[in-house]
């Protein structure tokens, strides 16, 4: 048997709703309103869930945890993660490689919680820390996220199945 690699491309962005408490990468964040959404609107779980679908061509979050679903109001999105990774073994054998991701907001300041949020992704995707990155830039204040309207994120994540040297 051969090992056979996909990538794929998440991204996901949410405005800010001050009746919400933020919470990115399964990180609760102190004194920052929250984004709204359906879900948490965990921006980074949503783009690394959107990225390992991707991957495995199973389509997008939405497909699988639909915002008119009630089921999934106020969602625990690194659970939504974790059903995720598991699904993708489950159904094709697929294992997380790695994850880079980039948070992407003018406040509040994410350093301080990234390794926290590497730790809530691993355990949602069954690897080390060594497999998943997260990193927090601004955009200059430019855009929405400039403006201090919302928080993007971006994620690619690299899975595999087989073994090598079948």
Known sequence: MTVERRVGVGYDAHRFSPERSLVIGG???????GLAGHSDADVLAHAVTDALLGASALGDIGRHFPDDDARYADADSVELLTETAARLDREGGW???NVDSTVICERPRLQPHVARMVERLCGALRT??????????TSDGMGF????????????????????GS
């Open 145 to 164: 996220t400039g403006r201090g309207e919302g928080i993007a994120a971006f994620a690619v994540a690299l899975i595999e199945r087989g073994s090598e």
């Open 27 to 33: 990180v609760p964040i102190p004194n920052t309103p």
């Open 95 to 97: 294992r997380v490689v």
């Open 128 to 137: 080390e820390a060594a497999n998943v990155s997260v990193k927090a830039t």
